[in-house]
């Protein structure tokens, strides 16, 4: 009966893991699941009935297809009553605040909200990685760097981080359309790194520092926090 209310007041929370995390990256997704039930949130999935927020659309100047598709999440988040979504994907995050106006938070600030969960596990400096969405766009760079510090990061900073910080050069359709700039942009940014590991918070950034590191331990937000 209680759920039941729940959907009719709007009050379920969504987390919203994005095409990247749901189609590709699932264990970051895995990881995701296991920290908000840790944290103690009382989440849904839309698992199936999920459609893409539409930012790759939008971007795309698709304006009609991405009208579609805010029409059909809207309704979906109408039938099991969202009242606020939780997402791991940046890209997402701006989509749905900005585009969609709802009430949207990025992991890294309810990990940080919920930070005494966690034990202070690590001794080691690392790098953080501010993601375009995420950063200049989110205008999140503090909430990841404090939830690192928290758990016993030292972060070692590129000379150019927050507002200033280089792209991973995979965003904007780089990656598809012009693969080998992409990927000397993101040689570009991991030539920088003076860690043994490098951390981000957008899964995008993960997948293509991944693929072009060779020397350095890429890790997502989500890895270091299960």
Not at 125 to 151: M, V
Request: hydrophobic content about 35%.
């Amino acid at each position: 009966m209680f759920k039941f209310l729940e959907k009719l007041t709007n009050r379920n929370v969504l987390y919203f893991p994005g095409c990247m995390t749901k189609y590709v990256l699932k264990d970051k997704e895995d990881n995701y699941k296991k920290i908000l039930k840790k944290i103690g949130v009382d989440f849904i999935m839309l698992k199936d009935e999920e459609f893409c927020c539409g930012s790759p659309v939008l971007n795309a100047g698709y304006k009609e297809d991405f009208e579609n598709l805010k029409e059909k999440n809207l309704e979906k988040f109408k039938k099991f009553g969202v009242g606020e979504i939780i997402t791991n994907c940046p890209a997402c995050y701006n989509m749905l605040k900005d585009n969609y106006n709802l009430k949207v938070k990025h992991i890294s600030q309810v990990i940080l909200e919920n930070i005494e969960v966690f034990k202070k596990k690590f001794d080691e400096d690392i790098t953080y990685h501010d993601s375009c969405h995420l950063g200049r766009q989110g205008k999140i760079f503090e909430e990841p760097r404090d939830a690192l510090k928290a758990i016993g990061f030292e972060i070692k900073e590129f000379k150019n981080n927050r507002e200033k910080a280089s792209c991973c050069g995979a965003g904007g359709g780089m990656k598809n359309n012009l693969p080998k700039l992409a990927n000397e942009v993101a040689n570009n940014v991991l030539s920088k790194v003076k860690t043994e590991k490098m951390i981000t918070a957008c899964p995008m950034c993960y997948q293509h520092f991944k693929d072009n590191s060779k020397d350095v331990l890429i890790l997502e937000l989500g890895d270091v926090f299960v």
